[in-house]
């Protein structure tokens, strides 16, 4: 009877408690982040925690967005979940439906991640696409030899050359005339925003090659993860290289080797 009412009843949704974080956690975290700040200043640190603590929500939110959608449920049901319409929950998570700006995202890329966005501006233009297309960043991804989206793909045998050429192979559309700059398709916002994600499961406050690199993986339906399949890479292997390699080098640099968040 016991194990008849367990398994009926109602299951209890998780709080920030249970990770064993409270208010007062965070009142601490604020006011020993500066102990001689003035007030305002603690508001201005405060506004930053909280900010920070939104995006890591809404990016919680949209990983098991991603899974169910990858499931097979549909929009309807998904808003459903959320306590939203369908078109609420398409505009929050559907790339150029409503999504942050990307002035705001490219602020955090590194010089090389800002790169790897021009050159594929150029490949789109010089390819006279519409749009720029997961394959186009993929280019821009292993132009810089010394970038790490570069090095880990180079570690499972895949070189600029082979990339350049599958993608070159790819047929992708093109258009009689192409504007001063070539926007982004929705699916290399995804990836942006993919990318984001790893950057944030890593602790870091930064997007590099390496973060987009593993955006450009993440969903298999992208002609990117199609490539780089095809020509041998593998999202598993490229993830643990790239963590590995990262953590060897924060050690040697601080003696400390980083724990990746759950």
Known sequence: MAEEEEATSPKRTPTIDDLGIGLDDLIRLVDDSDPGAEP???????????????????????????????????WREIGA????????AQKRFVPGRGDPSEEGLFQRFTVRARRVVEVAHEEARRMRSAAVSPEHLLVGLVTDPEGLSAKALASQGITPDH???????????????VGDR??????????LGFGLRE????????????????GAMTDDTMGSARI???????????????????????????????????
């Open 40 to 74: 305002t200043d603690l508001v201005a640190i405060a506004m930053a925690v909280g900010d920070r603590l939104g995006e890591l929500g809404d990016h919680l939110v949209g990983h098991f967005v991603d899974q169910a959608r990858a499931a097979g449920a549909s």
């Open 81 to 88: 979940s959320m306590g939203v319409t369908k078109q609420a």
């Open 163 to 177: 990339v350049r050429g599958a993608v070159a192979a790819s047929g992708l559309a093109t258009v009689d005339e």
């Open 182 to 191: 070539v926007p982004f398709g929705s699916d290399t916002k995804k990836i």
């Open 199 to 214: 950057a944030l499961r890593r602790r870091h406050n930064y997007i590099g090659t390496e973060h987009l690199l593993l």
């Open 228 to 262: 780089l399949t095809r020509l041998g890479a593998d999202l598993d292997t490229t993830r643990e290289w790239i963590d590995r390699f990262l953590g060897d080098l924060v050690e040697e640099k601080t003696g400390f080797r980083p724990e990746l968040a759950d």
